[in-house]
């Protein structure tokens, strides 16, 4: 259960695109479609903004999309804006009733 | 409204011990599966301790295995973490999570958080 792998920080301009991997093995990322995504405000409790990979749930943005290509997930965001700019993390189930976050990306714009 | 609510944190010795409960509100509690994900101050998230909507299967981060317990009540629609032996670096917010479930199906993703409750280990 070791830790996703994350950058630990991307920035964009106001109307750019970023992505935001991660690096798992093949007993988490690889080998489940159960990648999920959140974002995170200071002091604040978590977001679900992806979930199964590629789905968003109902009131999230279509700016946010996620894929995955082997052992790494990607959470795209597009025309980015200030209110963007929060701490994300994946998420992968990893077998037998356990998950493993990733180590967070603190996303800035410029 | 949809809601979970933490509560039994605080500051405890090391060595000692705290039962957690999550208290769910505006759904029907005993169809979904339940989490636990703690966060210590300036860090990540990391996943505790799951339990499904049967209580029939469980799962426990190895990082902790062996000192924790996770239950659920579903007709007081709670959940609790039994937290033994605890040591400074279980110093954290602890998070309770639904598990989201689409159509039936679990989809391993947490759809609700609650505010979390803090957990201080500290002579």
Redesign the interface.
Known sequence: ?S?LTQPASVSGSPGQSITISCTGTSSDVGS?N?V?W?Q?YPGK????MI??GS?R?SGVSNRFSGSKSGNTASLAISGLQAEDEADY?C?S?AG?????????TKVTVL | QVQLVESGGGLVKPGGSLRLSCAASGFTFSDYPM?W?RQAPGK????VS?I?SGSN???????LKGRITISRDNAKSSMYLQVNSLRAEDTAVY?CARG?VVAGSN?????I????TMVTVSS
Not at chain 1, 96 to 104: C, E, I, K, L, R
Not at chain 2, 113 to 116: I, N
């Open positions: 259960q830790a489940y159960l999920s959140y995170q409790a978590p977001k679900l979930y199964e789905k749930p993390y998420c189930y037998s009733g356990t998950f493993v976050f990733g180590t967070g | 989490s994900i990540g998230l990391e996943w799951y499904s299967y469980k799962g426990y981060a190895d990082s998070y989201v989809s391993d993703a947490f759809d958080w609650g505010q979390g």
